[in-house]
């Protein structure tokens, strides 16, 4: 589970937002990693709470039904997390083949053929079994690690060679802070992807204690990973120069180590943008799973095969969406606008546990958190929204809003009638084991 956690959240934040980052803090951006680390650390442990309590697939929606009683609610949430899942394998994808297509024997096949039978292949894994899919994962996340490991390991005789306080402006202690929190709000998302242990939690073995542990521990290996990567990256490029890289991890192998085969760091890109296909297409077919066996969805999404017992069913439905997606090629807007969605679902949630601590009735978890971390876990997610929201992009805004709008198009056609899980329990009372 913990490898699980950490391969979602390194394939798709440290390695495109450094450069980014960098620009804003300068030397700074490793401070900026840290508070990014606190603010994702607080809706990090009210997921660890949830998922200690309700150890369930399709866990947002689960608790947001029990919790506010509000099968529409639960529905949106639910859906833009299939959203944020979806968009997520597609890019990857697209991606992958890209790179793919630029090693020797790949590139005279079109890069779509590429990303299609990429595509398949992720398919046949997810239906082949969960534990299939999470030994690929393990190797994954590994080969992931170790890339970040050989970036740390070339720079380390860097280190103390700047000053890892200095920002692009020195008007003041106050406007250096400022720089910091603007920089977190970026680096946010590079902590994205502790979520998907949520979804799994049916097929772990003691949930009640493998999701908190395991979620904790991703959080934590992950920080350390990307604060000594960025302490590396600063160290051996100067701050505008990684800014202005077009691959600044590259950039900085390049120049703490030039006769490192770039061959290599590009088979590593290969593993990360796979684990990261891989981990989002299992959230996203437990997640429509959970929201069928709660009829939030059509009952036959709920269905698992004899053989596999994984969810046949939600895996072909959600292939069915992926095909068009990968076709189209360019979705980086949509992209944006999931994880926009995302920060909403977190605010949601976060409420959720904020309500179901209020309640006696409710059974309690391994790991228990104060109610005052959701409820500071929810400001902060609703800060972040509307720092996203007013950063003058309105195309991912709007494009969020269409997907709403969609989504609640979806649900006046299902019209699910019944909200009770089919297990037989009530959202008013203490779940059955799964």
């Not at 202690?173 to 720089?179: I, K, Q, T």
């Not at 992950?222 to 991890?249: F, K």
């Not at 890109?269 to 891989?278: H, I, Q, R, S």
């Not at 649900?411 to 059955?432: C, H, M, N, W």
């Given at each position: 589970?913990?490898?699980?956690?950490?391969g979602?959240?390194?394939?798709?934040?440290?390695?495109?937002?450094?450069?980014?980052?960098?620009?804003?803090?300068?030397?700074?951006?490793?401070?900026?990693?840290v508070?990014?680390?606190?603010?994702?650390?607080?809706?990090?442990?009210?997921?660890?709470?949830?998922?200690?309590?309700?150890?369930?697939?399709?866990?947002?929606?689960?608790?947001t039904?029990?919790?506010?009683?509000?099968?529409?609610?639960?529905f949106?949430?639910?859906?833009?997390?299939?959203?944020?899942?979806?968009?997520?394998?597609?890019?990857?994808?697209?991606?992958?083949?890209?790179?793919l297509?630029?090693?020797?024997?790949?590139?005279?096949f079109?890069?779509t053929?590429?990303?299609?039978?990429?595509l398949?292949?992720?398919?046949?894994l997810?239906?082949?079994?969960?534990?299939e899919s999470?030994w690929?994962?393990?190797?994954?996340?590994?080969?992931e690690?170790a890339?970040?490991?050989?970036?740390?390991?070339?720079?380390?005789s860097?280190?103390?060679?700047v000053?890892?306080l200095?920002?692009?402006?020195?008007?003041?202690?106050?406007?250096?802070?400022?720089?910091?929190?603007?920089?977190?709000?970026l680096?946010?998302?590079?902590f994205?992807?502790f979520?998907d242990?949520?979804?799994?939690?049916?097929?772990?073995?003691?949930?009640?204690?493998t999701?908190p542990?395991?979620?904790?521990?991703?959080?934590?290996?992950?920080?350390?990973?990307?604060v000594?990567?960025?302490?590396?990256?600063?160290?051996?490029?100067?701050?505008?120069?990684?800014a202005?890289?077009?691959?600044?991890?590259?950039?900085?192998?390049?120049?703490?180590?030039?006769?490192?085969p770039?061959?290599?760091f590009?088979?590593?890109?290969?593993?990360?943008?796979a684990?990261?296909?891989?981990v989002?297409?299992v959230?996203?077919?437990?997640?429509?799973y959970g929201m069928?066996r709660q009829?939030?969805?059509?009952?036959?999404?709920?269905?698992?095969?004899?053989?596999?017992?994984?969810?046949h069913?939600?895996?072909?439905?959600?292939?069915?969406?992926?095909?068009?997606l990968?076709?189209?090629?360019?979705?980086?807007?949509?992209?944006?606008?999931?994880?926009?969605?995302?920060?909403?679902?977190?605010?949601v949630?976060?409420?959720?546990?904020?309500?179901?601590?209020?309640?006696p009735?409710?059974?309690?978890?391994?790991?228990?958190?104060?109610?005052?971390?959701?409820?500071?876990?929810?400001?902060?997610?609703?800060?972040?929204?509307?720092?996203r929201?007013?950063s003058?992009d309105?195309?991912?805004?709007?494009?969020?809003?269409?997907?709403?709008?969609?989504?609640?198009?979806v649900?006046?056609?299902?019209?699910?009638k019944?909200?009770?899980p089919?297990?037989?329990?009530?959202?008013?009372?203490?779940?059955?084991r799964a």
């Amino acid at each position: 589970m913990t490898l699980y956690g950490l391969g979602s959240m390194l394939g798709s934040g440290i390695y495109g937002l450094i450069g980014q980052a960098a620009g804003q803090v300068g030397n700074a951006v490793w401070l900026a990693f840290v508070v990014a680390l606190v603010a994702a650390l607080l809706t990090a442990l009210s997921y660890a709470s949830l998922g200690s309590r309700y150890p369930r697939a399709g866990g947002a929606a689960y608790v947001t039904q029990r919790a506010y009683g509000m099968p529409l609610l639960s529905f949106v949430v639910g859906l833009a997390v299939v959203c944020s899942g979806l968009t997520s394998v597609a890019t990857q994808s697209r991606v992958f083949a890209a790179n793919l297509a630029t090693l020797g024997g790949f590139g005279s096949f079109p890069v779509t053929a590429l990303a299609l039978g990429f595509l398949l292949i992720v398919t046949g894994l997810v239906f082949r079994g969960i534990r299939e899919s999470m030994w690929v994962n393990v190797a994954c996340t590994l080969v992931e690690a170790a890339g970040l490991l050989i970036i740390i390991a070339v720079g380390v005789s860097h280190w103390g060679s700047v000053d890892l306080l200095e920002v692009p402006s020195t008007a003041g202690d106050d406007l250096m802070w400022l720089l910091v929190l603007q920089g977190a709000v970026l680096t946010f998302f590079s902590f994205i992807g502790f979520e998907d242990t949520l979804n799994v939690a049916e097929e772990c073995r003691d949930p009640q204690r493998t999701i908190p542990l395991g979620l904790m521990l991703s959080m934590i290996f992950g920080a350390l990973l990307y604060v000594a990567v960025a302490i590396t990256a600063v160290s051996v490029v100067p701050w505008r120069e990684l800014a202005a890289a077009p691959g600044p991890l590259t950039e900085v192998m390049n120049r703490a180590a030039p006769a490192f085969p770039p061959i290599v760091f590009t088979a590593i890109t290969l593993f990360a943008v796979a684990n990261t296909a891989l981990v989002n297409y299992v959230t996203a077919s437990r997640l429509v799973y959970g929201m069928a066996r709660q009829r939030l969805l059509p009952i036959r999404l709920g269905r698992v095969h004899e053989r596999t017992q994984t969810p046949h069913i939600a895996i072909a439905t959600l292939l069915a969406v992926l095909l068009p997606l990968v076709l189209f090629g360019s979705i980086g807007h949509l992209a944006s606008a999931t994880v926009l969605m995302l920060l909403v679902v977190f605010a949601v949630v976060n409420g959720a546990l904020f309500i179901l601590k209020g309640r006696p009735s409710e059974p309690r978890g391994k790991f228990e958190v104060p109610r005052w971390v959701p409820a500071l876990g929810t400001a902060v997610c609703v800060v972040l929204v509307v720092v996203r929201v007013s950063s003058g992009d309105w195309r991912a805004p709007a494009l969020a809003g269409v997907l709403l709008i969609g989504i609640v198009a979806v649900y006046a056609i299902i019209r699910p009638k019944a909200v009770e899980p089919l297990d037989g329990s009530t959202f008013s009372q203490p779940p059955a084991r799964a």
